[in-house]
Every structure is written in structure tokens, then in C-alpha cells.
């Protein structure tokens, strides 16, 4: 396939760098791919957690899961457990699993809901992900026809980077190593080329952004504006560290712990436990928030926590002129949903499928790129919103003030919309489906104020025998599984 930029040049390593290199290489072999980094500056490369698209993204490149699982020393991943979210003490599961059908008299969970307790236990027992999550189990399908639930990854996201490198670099991308000192801007208003520390300059036609929180290209070179998200997402801060794995658990999911002024994350990657603590500034001190994280820690640090500085939100525009951001320089939204490799995705996608006409995109295009990678951010707000909005927890002011805010109008209607009448209503541009705002509603007890109809329908018996023989069966399914662990070396082996 051929594309009209025949020189790309992507600005910034790391993992959105490298995967837009690579995906490049293999859809323009054609066109030259140069990636310009420098080690002086390095990359924010801490543990990395991923949502199923990246297997997609994976595939389209050609890339052997066990090979990628042995390079990164990932693990696999069925979802994220929430702790003391809703209150101290409590737990649930966001599974990206299947919770049956979502509305009508057949509804899985308003059943669940009509029928009460009576033994069933919680709804996630009606999910195969979430039983195999936390039963510490898991197993691949022989074939991806027979893949009855969705998976994705944990793996070190400096050794993804350095797998895509050379995968990249074997389908003739250039690396270039300097630091950029200079990018002028053409007639237009677009970049004419780069200029290096050392007095070298790189041509380009089209420039891809990947340099960070820098956002050397878009935010500082063509003075992007940037729209804050703070008021509703006000955590601004993580420490990060990773730890030695104590005990014999490899869970095959990220875990989230609710704190005084943020959360905890933890990681499970094959060698080790990747750790942080994402909190908002204003509400705790620097050191403070240190000693929290490492309150956390599985096992003794095998490195010294990092402090990263970041603000919510994303560059009103992502295409200006001849120069795309991609991954941090385009825009950052919190961790919370393991959410930006699915944006760097997300955005390579839609990029390559305007170029590969072969000719440069109409203005139209363009904006239209630009509304699409617009709403994804915001909804994807909403969504990590979502989890703070419904807390019930007053035991700091973080949380009391995540309780009260005024919330986004998208935000605010898809509530009233589920309040009211039990609809799980979906914009465009949804990054989260359906089934992953229920997982949030349920875990967090937040549930319609009146219950659907069509739902008496369905003779009470007829639905306990369903709900009974579906547990059932999944659990006798996830008994039979091996380990997580065992499964994971079972790959590694081949």
C-alpha cells in the first residue's frame, strides 16, 4: 500500500512511538519511516496494563503472542478489581467478559436483580472472566472462533518498546538518535523539518508527535491549545515503583485500591509487580502520597519510586497542518482504565485509514479526525468519572468533593438515562461498550429506581433455574482450568 507522505517521521520513542513505526513500516512499505529520540531524555516507561484491542493491533502487525510474552515478561489480563471504591472493605470486578443480555424480559443482571439474593451470589458469578479472575485461573480457546471472552495484557513498557524497535527497524524503519532543538515552521503553518542539537536536520512531509508530556511538535512548535479536564478528573500526580512478587499469586488482573486522595495500582508482569499511586496534589503532600505507595508494595522495591507530573485533558486539535500527536503529547487521561495504548491505537487506526487512499486528506478529513479523537477523550472521562461520582465514601475531601461535583452534561444524562429507567445509552465514539458501564453501576451499587416490566414476563422459576444452571457451568469451566501462573509458563514454552 502506498500513502502520499513518503517521508514520515515519527518524534519520540516509547511505546507510542514505536508502535506507530511499526504499524507505518507494515501498512506504507513504500514510504520512509524515521523515528528521532534521544536517551538524554528517555521515556516515561513505567508498567503498562492494556484493554483487549491491543491483541487486534498485535495481529495486524503479525505479532506471536508467546514471542511478545516472553520480550516483555507480560501476564495476562481479564479485567480490573476495584477496592474500597464504594466503601471500605468492598470489591468488584470490571470484566471484559459478557454479562448476558442487557435489556428486555432476557435482561442477565435485571433478573439477577428481580430475584434477589436467593443464593445465587453476586452477579460477576454469572461472568466467566470474573470467576477465572478471581479464582486465580485462566486458559485460552484452541482457536479465536472459539474464544468465548476477551482478554488483554501487563507487560514492561520498556521492553515493549524495545520489541516493537526491532520489529520496526527489520521492516526498514530508520532510528535516528539527537535531540530536537528547533522544528520551523513552513508558509503554512506547518513544520518544514527538525533541527538537532548536534547541527543535523531531519525532512520530513508528514511529522508524527509521540514525544511525551513534552508534546514537542503540536503543544510547544505549533502552540496547540490544551483543554483541561481538571475540574473533573483532578488527580495530577503518581509515584511509580515496581517490587519484587511476594507469594505464590499471578492474578490475571490489575488491581485498583481506593486511597485517601487517589489510588494504588498493582501490576502482575512475570518477573516482578509493577506499583503506583496516583493522587491529586491538592488534597496530599508529595511525601505523603510516598509513603502510601509503598505501604502497597507486594514485596521489597527493587528500584526507587518516580514521581510523574501530568494534567488531565488533551490538545483541542490532534491533526494540525502536517503533524499528528499520538500518546501523551496528544493528550493524558488518568490510568484508572488502562486507556492509553488503546488512544495511541486508536489514533494510528483512523490515521492510517485516511492515508492509505494515497493522497493527502481533505480539510474535511481532517476535522473529522480531529471531532472522532475529541469524543473518545471525553467519553472515556465520563467514564473514569464514573467511578469517583458514585462513591459513598466520606472519609476525605477528595472523595467528598468527587461526590458533589457538577458533573459533564454527557455524563449527567447517561445517569439520569440508567436512573430512571435502567438504559445503559451509548454516544459515538464510545470507548467503554455497554457491558463495562454495567460492571461499573453493579460494583458500585448503584442501581435504576424502578425495574423494567417486560422483566415479570418471565416466570420467577424459569429465571432461578437459568441464573443457577449459568453459575454453575461456569464454575464447574473455571475449576477445570489450570493456574494463571500455570497457563502463562505453559506459553512461554513453546
Request: proline share 4%; charged share 25%; net charge negative.
Amino acid at each position: 500500500m502506498k500513502t502520499a507522505y513518503k517521508r514520515i517521521v515519527v518524534v519520540g520513542g516509547g511505546s507510542a512511538g514505536w508502535m506507530a513505526s511499526a504499524a507505518f513500516a507494515t501498512a506504507f512499505p513504500a514510504s520512509s519511516v524515521e523515528l528521532v529520540e534521544s536517551e538524554e531524555i528517555g521515556i516515561v516507561g513505567v508498567g503498562e496494563a492494556t484493554f483487549p484491542s491491543i491483541r487486534h493491533f498485535h495481529r495486524l502487525l503479525g505479532i506471536d503472542e508467546a514471542q511478545f510474552l516472553r520480550a516483555t515478561n507480560g501476564t495476562f489480563k481479564l479485567g480490573i478489581e476495584f477496592r474500597d471504591w464504594r466503601e471500605l472493605g468492598e470489591r468488584y470486578f470490571h470484566t471484559f467478559g459478557d454479562i448476558g443480555a442487557l435489556s428486555g424480559p432476557r435482561s442477565l443482571w435485571g433478573q439477577h436483580r428481580r430475584v434477589g439474593d436467593a443464593g445465587l451470589g453476586p452477579l460477576d458469578a454469572q461472568c466467566l472472566p470474573s470467576v477465572m479472575a478471581r479464582e486465580g485461573r485462566f486458559m485460552c480457546a484452541a482457536s479465536e472462533e472459539e474464544q468465548q471472552f476477551n482478554y488483554a495484557y501487563h507487560f514492561d513498557a520498556v521492553l515493549y518498546a524495545a520489541f516493537l524497535r526491532k520489529l520496526a527497524e527489520g521492516r526498514g524503519v530508520r532510528r535516528t538518535e539527537g535531540r530536537i532543538v528547533h522544528a520551523p515552521r513552513r508558509a503554512d503553518g506547518g513544520i518544514s523539518q527538525l533541527s538537532l542539537a548536534d547541527g543535523r536536520v531531519v525532512e520530513g512531509d508528514l511529522f508524527v508527535d509521540c514525544s511525551g508530556f513534552a508534546s514537542l511538535l503540536l503543544g510547544r512548535a505549533l502552540e496547540e491549545r490544551f483543554v483541561d479536564f481538571g475540574r473533573w478528573l483532578p488527580v495530577d500526580r503518581a509515584w511509580a515503583c515496581p517490587s519484587e512478587r511476594s507469594g505464590p499469586e499471578l492474578a490475571p488482573a490489575t488491581r485498583c485500591t481506593a486511597l485517601e486522595a487517589g489510588w494504588a495500582w498493582r501490576i502482575p508482569l512475570s518477573n516482578r509487580s509493577g506499583h503506583g499511586h496516583v493522587f491529586a496534589s491538592r488534597y496530599i503532600d508529595e511525601e505523603k502520597a510516598r509513603e502510601q505507595l509503598m505501604q502497597q508494595l507486594d514485596g521489597a522495591p527493587i528500584a526507587e519510586p518516580r514521581l510523574l507530573r501530568f494534567e488531565a485533558g488533551h490538545r483541542e486539535r490532534f491533526w494540525v497542518h502536517n503533524v499528528v500527536a499520538l500518546g501523551l503529547s496528544s493528550g493524558f487521561l488518568e490510568p484508572l482504565e488502562s486507556t492509553s495504548i488503546f488512544l495511541v491505537q486508536s489514533g494510528l487506526g483512523r490515521l492510517i485509514e485516511l492515508l492509505l487512499p494515497g493522497e493527502r486528506p481533505a480539510q474535511e478529513a481532517v476535522d473529522a479526525y480531529n471531532t472522532g479523537m475529541r469524543r473518545q477523550f471525553e467519553r472515556i472521562r465520563d467514564f473514569i468519572i464514573l467511578h469517583y461520582c458514585l462513591t459513598a465514601r466520606r472519609d476525605g475531601q477528595l472523595w467528598r468533593d468527587m461526590a458533589s461535583m457538577e458533573l459533564p452534561e454527557t455524563l449527567a444524562f447517561k445517569l439520569h438515562a440508567w436512573r430512571e429507567a435502567g438504559a445503559l445509552h451509548q454516544y459515538d465514539e464510545e470507548g467503554f461498550d455497554a457491558t463495562s458501564w454495567l460492571a461499573i453501576h453493579a460494583g458500585m451499587g448503584h442501581w435504576p429506581q424502578r425495574s423494567d416490566p417486560s422483566l415479570w414476563d418471565v416466570p420467577h422459576e424459569d429465571v432461578m433455574r437459568a441464573l443457577c444452571f449459568r453459575r454453575d457451568s461456569i464454575a464447574a469451566s473455571v475449576a477445570a482450568m489450570p493456574t494463571h501462573e500455570a497457563y502463562l509458563n505453559s506459553v512461554l514454552s513453546r
